[in-house]
């Protein structure tokens, strides 16, 4: 059965370094993702790519722990097959133009689409973004949260995702008609599982340890009482970032702009003041870009550590590049399959 699946990747507008603190996020799919074309059948999944070095070769009756696979990319499909585990291997190509360690979700499209692409059932996105999650945990080590593949697989035109990670409803907000979204590229590549990710997962965990009560629970003036300031800060972004999360979703329903501009601007303070996760470089985008006509604010988006400042801006507003992408919010993932493949090509 020849097939073509698609994962797009996301940009997160607000709410980073909350998902895996039972908090709020609120991102959308964008126009870059990864692309899987090939035929199902046999007991391997054998992929090559455009995109990554060397090929990924996988038994379907498991083996060699995925974190210990070359190449590199290899240990996301050997993860994601091992959670599918799908009767049928498959033989294909991975096509991406997102591109890599820039705060996009690229690994999260990879997996997504392996697993579309596997005919992992999509009926219920958010078990399968939870496979996807543990094969990403799986392969790298990295503790990510489920933002990333939630969105991925549920996302719709038009709207952005407020995901509640504690409860994992999904909620849709309509984006403006007379707003536009902006990926400016810093240039910077990050590695997430070299950066400290991890340690600030951890903090905010010893922080919610110290408070007794979910961070998402806590208040701004709870958090003052801590005495490490360190943990302080840390837990204090998760507070405040949650809070602006609904603020700037009620903004965007309201068509309040400029309100959820300022919210972009405070969100960036507080991950680069609080959460220490941004760079010179993203703060001088950041300021850059503030001061173009059209913008209502920019922040950093995702993991930080460098990656991409989002902006929120008029259509066709000037921006400066970078700029790897720029739009509305796109749809979620898709298969489509045929009777047999016609020997798809890249593209
Ligand atoms: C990465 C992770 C997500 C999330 C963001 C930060 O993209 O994959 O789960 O934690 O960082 O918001």
Same mark, same amino acid.
């Given at each position: 059965?020849?097939?073509?699946?698609?994962?797009?990747?996301?940009?997160?507008?607000?709410?980073?370094?909350?998902?895996?603190?039972?908090?709020?996020?609120?991102?959308?799919?964008?126009?870059?993702?990864?692309?899987?074309?090939?035929?199902?059948?046999?007991?391997?999944?054998?992929?090559?790519?455009? *995109?990554?070095?060397?090929?990924?070769?996988?038994?379907?009756? =498991?083996?060699?722990?995925?974190?210990?696979?070359?190449?590199?990319?290899?240990?996301?499909?050997?993860?994601?097959?091992?959670?599918?585990?799908?009767?049928?291997?498959?033989?294909?190509?991975?096509?991406?133009?997102?591109?890599?360690?820039?705060?996009?979700?690229?690994?999260?499209?990879?997996?997504?689409?392996?697993? /579309?692409?596997? =005919?992992?059932?999509?009926?219920?996105?958010?078990?399968?973004?939870? #496979? /996807?999650?543990?094969?990403?945990? *799986?392969?790298?080590?990295?503790?990510?949260?489920?933002?990333?593949?939630?969105?991925?697989? #549920?996302?719709?035109?038009?709207?952005?995702? *407020?995901?509640? /990670?504690?409860?994992?409803?999904?909620?849709?907000?309509?984006?403006?008609?007379?707003?536009?979204?902006?990926?400016?590229?810093?240039?910077?590549?990050?590695?997430?599982?070299?950066?400290?990710?991890?340690?600030?997962?951890?903090?905010?965990?010893?922080?919610?340890?110290?408070?007794?009560?979910?961070?998402?629970?806590?208040?701004?003036?709870?958090?003052?009482?801590?005495?490490?300031?360190?943990?302080? *800060?840390?837990?204090?972004?998760?507070?405040?970032?949650?809070?602006?999360?609904?603020?700037?979703?009620?903004?965007?329903?309201?068509?309040?702009?400029?309100?959820?501009?300022?919210?972009?601007?405070?969100?960036?303070?507080?991950?680069?003041?609080?959460?220490?996760?941004?760079?010179?470089?993203?703060?001088?985008?950041?300021?850059?870009?503030?001061?173009?006509?059209?913008?209502?604010?920019?922040?950093?988006? =995702?993991?930080?550590?460098?990656?991409?400042?989002?902006?929120?801006?008029?259509?066709?507003?000037?921006?400066?590049?970078?700029?790897?992408?720029? =739009?509305?919010?796109?749809?979620?993932?898709?298969?489509?399959?045929?009777?047999?493949?016609?020997?798809?090509?890249?593209?």
């Amino acid at each position: 059965m020849g097939l073509r699946a698609f994962a797009p990747g996301r940009v997160n507008l607000i709410g980073d370094h909350t998902d895996y603190m039972g908090g709020l996020v609120l991102p959308m799919a964008i126009g870059l993702g990864t692309e899987i074309t090939g035929d199902r059948g046999g007991n391997w999944v054998m992929l090559g790519s455009d *995109r990554f070095d060397g090929v990924a070769e996988v038994p379907l009756a =498991g083996g060699a722990e995925p974190s210990g696979i070359e190449p590199r990319w290899a240990r996301y499909v050997a993860a994601v097959v091992d959670e599918v585990a799908p009767d049928d291997g498959l033989v294909g190509m991975v096509h991406s133009t997102l591109p890599a360690d820039s705060g996009l979700a690229s690994s999260a499209a990879l997996l997504v689409a392996v697993a /579309c692409a596997l =005919g992992a059932e999509r009926s219920d996105p958010v078990a399968l973004a939870k #496979a /996807c999650q543990r094969a990403e945990h *799986r392969a790298v080590g990295v503790p990510v949260g489920i933002m990333d593949q939630l969105v991925s697989l #549920a996302a719709s035109e038009g709207t952005v995702l *407020r995901i509640d /990670c504690d409860s994992l409803d999904v909620d849709r907000v309509p984006f403006p008609e007379d707003a536009e979204i902006v990926v400016i590229h810093s240039g910077e590549h990050r590695e997430l599982s070299g950066s400290a990710y991890a340690e600030r997962r951890s903090q905010c965990e010893e922080a919610e340890g110290l408070l007794g009560r979910p961070l998402r629970e806590v208040t701004a003036v709870e958090v003052e009482g801590l005495d490490d300031p360190v943990l302080a *800060r840390r837990a204090r972004h998760v507070v405040t970032e949650n809070r602006r999360v609904d603020a700037f979703a009620h903004a965007l329903a309201a068509g309040q702009l400029a309100y959820a501009g300022e919210l972009l601007v405070a969100s960036h303070a507080s991950l680069r003041d609080d959460f220490e996760v941004s760079t010179p470089v993203l703060d001088e985008i950041v300021a850059t870009v503030r001061g173009v006509r059209g913008v209502y604010g920019a922040r950093v988006t =995702g993991a930080g550590f460098g990656g991409c400042v989002v902006v929120l801006c008029r259509p066709k507003a000037r921006i400066p590049g970078p700029v790897v992408w720029r =739009g509305r919010p796109q749809g979620g993932a898709s298969l489509v399959t045929t009777a047999s493949n016609n020997g798809s090509t890249p593209g």
